[in-house]
């Protein structure tokens, strides 16, 4: 059985970024390795995208480093936390059925406490958005994930061509407090929790302790929010690209060089992605109503997502849909002055055609009385009073 747990809402009190990972179409290995600890699973593949040494990924990482190179001896090996987005929604009242019967409903994901093969489980996060995120699996087991609960017809809306993922590191250390360093989670030590029902009565055995659950379900959220806009992004980017040359036909033709019809629709893809920016359940811009009541989980979800730079991403991407429905309006009113010109001279033909109609049915009446206009006939009266005032000659 699911149990859904409420809380009031809040609005967003926005803090400086500190880093923003690329986007999701690149797995990022975040400095996997780095620690003497560190265990990577030999069958994963290296990635073949790594951040640029002068993006602020790198400049951020370097504040792990001393817990990547130092490890204590009651720290964990490093883990990987994966996150992949393979659709714009997920309809969870279909995917119940597919989870394993220990899954639960925590607040607005669906948790599966213990997923994988014996010995190398792990724990899953799984969002409305279309996201999941996984604690303790790689890339090669979150597919397989995908493939095995989420892939089956009916339980996504939107399905992207190309999943999107995003990939952080995370240790636990009962010595340390819960927090974000760098390009590292660290699992310690969290604060008690404000409210009573922040979790349910009863919670099924996890790979990972719970006494920071909540505290993977915040930095589960935030990551599958920064994912879900990942997707976003490279939808609106195809978007741009498949009206670039709209200006330039503009510029050399004078015509959009697109029907009317056609139009209408990229008018209506932009819609979608507004909607799907600012409208839908779990938006990029608000913090999720839970947190009203939970300043420290707060204060988890909103470090990792100004890590991840969401405020001004999704302002980019905002600004990015309102220059494209300047271009498709300014298209929309040529299309619309083109089809005035032309019901203009539909009209113009049907007043000629009727004008020939009427030509060919009173042509002849018409060409009477033109003729009788230009040569009258004499009236018989006249000719009667000129016979009778000529002479007679008898």
């Known amino acids: 059985m699911f149990r859904l747990i409420y809380a009031p809402s809040r609005t967003l009190r926005s803090a400086p970024p500190t880093l923003i990972t690329g986007r999701a179409v690149t797995r990022l290995q975040l400095w996997r390795g780095l620690s003497s600890t560190a265990k990577p699973s030999p069958t994963e593949e290296p990635s073949k995208y790594k951040p640029k040494a002068a993006t602020p990924l790198r400049r951020a990482a370097s504040a792990s480093l001393p817990i990547r190179a130092n490890p204590t001896p009651t720290q964990s090996n490093i883990n990987s936390v994966f996150t992949l987005a393979t659709a714009e929604r997920y309809l969870f009242s279909k995917l119940r059925g597919r989870l394993p019967p220990s899954s639960v409903l925590l607040h607005e994901s669906c ?10 489980e792990g724990e899953v996060f799984i ?3 279309g996201s999941f995120v996984c604690w303790g699996l790689g890339d090669a087991d979150a597919r397989r994930f995908a493939a095995e609960v989420i892939s089956p017809p009916g339980l996504e809306i939107g399905h992207l061509k190309e999943a999107e993922t995003e990939e952080l590191d995370f240790v636990m250390d ?9 390009d590292l989670i660290i699992l310690g030590h969290t604060p008690a929790m404000s409210s009573s029902n922040s979790l349910p009565d009863r919670l099924p055995t996890s790979v990972l302790p719970l006494e920071n659950l909540l505290a993977r379900y915040a930095f589960s959220q935030a990551l ?9 992004e490279v939808a609106l980017d195809d978007y741009l690209s498949s009206v670039s040359l709209l200006p330039q036909s503009l510029e050399k033709t004078g015509k959009p060089g697109l029907p ?4 209408i629709k990229k008018l209506g893809q932009l819609m979608r992605f507004r909607q799907g920016l600012n409208l839908n359940r779990g938006n990029f811009s608000d913090v999720p109503d839970f947190y009203w009541a939970e300043p ?31 271009v498709q309006s300014i298209l929309r009113q040529l299309l619309t002055e083109s089809s005035t010109h032309r019901m203009e001279l539909v009209i113009i033909a049907l007043i000629a055609v009727e004008v020939v109609i009427a030509l060919i049915r009173d042509g002849p009446e018409l060409y009477h009385i033109f ?3 230009l040569f009258p006939k004499p009236s018989s009266s006249k000719s009667q009073s000129e016979t009778t005032q000529s002479p007679s000659f008898s």
């Open 371 to 373: 003729i009788d206009a």
């Open 260 to 263: 009317r019809t056609a139009v």
């Open 296 to 326: 420290v989980l707060e204060g988890y979800f909103k470090s990792l997502s100004n890590a991840l730079e969401m405020n001004s991403r999704t302002q980019i991407v905002n600004d990015k849909i309102t220059y494209a429905a300047e």
């Open 111 to 120: 948790w599966v406490p213990k997923w994988g093969e014996k010995g190398k």
């Open 224 to 232: 599958a929010r920064s994912t879900a806009l990942s997707g976003l």
């Open 174 to 182: 009962p010595t340390e407090s819960t927090r974000l360093q760098g």
């Open 127 to 129: 969002f409305e958005n």
